[in-house]
């Protein structure tokens, strides 16, 4: 009788987890990082779908969730590279014309670092906190934005607390931004993170904003204290 073929590995057609060996002068948590990213299903299918970055998906979810991508939006991403929220708006505002009969979106990308070119972005080297940052934004759409977005994180100290409170003053830096640039109607996203101080923050944008909303995307880790604002409806 013959016997069925089996897998050349001895292991049939499960997937197998990349397990990463700890290198010489490399940190375990370095070591750790990169097994997760390895193994990471966002990662790959980021790689698969052409996308800067895993984080596409996270903008992805949201507009999915609230759309306030839609075609003929002018959007503002804070802290843009490596560019993966870019290239989601740029296709859902329909920055680049592909859907005909559709309004045509613009999407102006603003970071610290210089940023490879984006199809149908317009990305400028900025910090956003400089005084007149608000003026040339404005300037560059030729108007006020419909969307102001930030995935921005500050770099990590290793201090829970201090990283907290280091994010949260680079979203309001980032929410008084939109203050100045956005449309009445307009929505306001940004990243966040759990731990007590976000709580000011909810405060300034209920006051302005007409519905404000506290979201994990799926594609946010679990383990990940990472959160997302949404405001929408920019009262002026």
């Given at each position: 009788m013959a016997k069925s073929p089996k897998n050349s590995s001895g292991r049939g057609?499960?997937?197998l987890k990349v397990k990463?060996?700890?290198?010489?002068?490399?940190?375990l948590s370095s070591t750790l990082w990169l097994q997760r990213q390895l193994n990471d299903p966002y990662v790959k299918r980021a790689q698969a779908d052409g996308y800067r970055g895993r984080a596409a998906y996270k903008i992805l979810e949201l507009d999915d969730k609230f759309r306030f991508l839609v075609p003929g939006a002018r959007v503002v991403d804070l802290g843009c590279a490596p560019g993966g929220w870019c290239q989601v708006a740029a296709k859902r505002?329909?920055?680049l014309g592909?859907?005909?009969g559709?309004?045509?979106g613009t999407i102006l990308g603003i970071d610290l670092q210089e940023v490879d070119p984006i199809a149908g972005c317009e990305i400028h080297q900025l910090d956003f906190m400089e005084d007149d940052a608000d003026d040339k934004v404005k300037e560059w759409l030729g108007g006020k934005a419909d969307v102001v977005m930030s995935d921005m994180a500050a770099s990590a100290s290793g201090h829970k607390q201090t990283d907290h409170l280091r994010i949260m003053a680079l979203c309001e830096a980032a929410a008084y931004?939109?203050?100045d640039v956005l449309e009445e109607g307009g929505t306001f996203v940004a990243k966040v993170l759990a731990g007590g101080a976000e709580g000011s923050l909810q405060q300034i944008l209920k006051q302005r904003f007409t519905k404000v909303a506290h979201v994990k995307p799926p594609a946010s880790r679990s383990d990940s204290s990472e959160k997302f604002v949404v405001a929408t409806g920019f009262r002026g």
């Open positions: 057609q499960r997937d990463v060996k700890t290198a010489r002068g490399r940190k505002v329909n920055a592909e859907k005909q559709k309004a045509i931004l939109a203050f």
